[in-house]
């Protein structure tokens, strides 16, 4: 009974974790979005 709680347990944080990463990849590309492109270093030097 024990073990399959940890078991639980472990299933459970990595949902949590992939669902957080997932949520900020998007709230990170929706700001990305609105804003200008920003200049790469390739296109400074030049």
Excluded: D, H, N
Aim: net charge positive.
């Amino acid at each position: 009974m024990r073990r399959s709680f940890s078991r639980a347990l472990r299933i459970g944080v990595l949902v949590l974790a992939s669902v957080l990463l997932l949520s900020i990849a998007t709230v990170s590309a929706e700001k990305a979005e609105p804003c200008p492109p920003v200049p790469s270093p390739t296109a400074q030097v030049k």
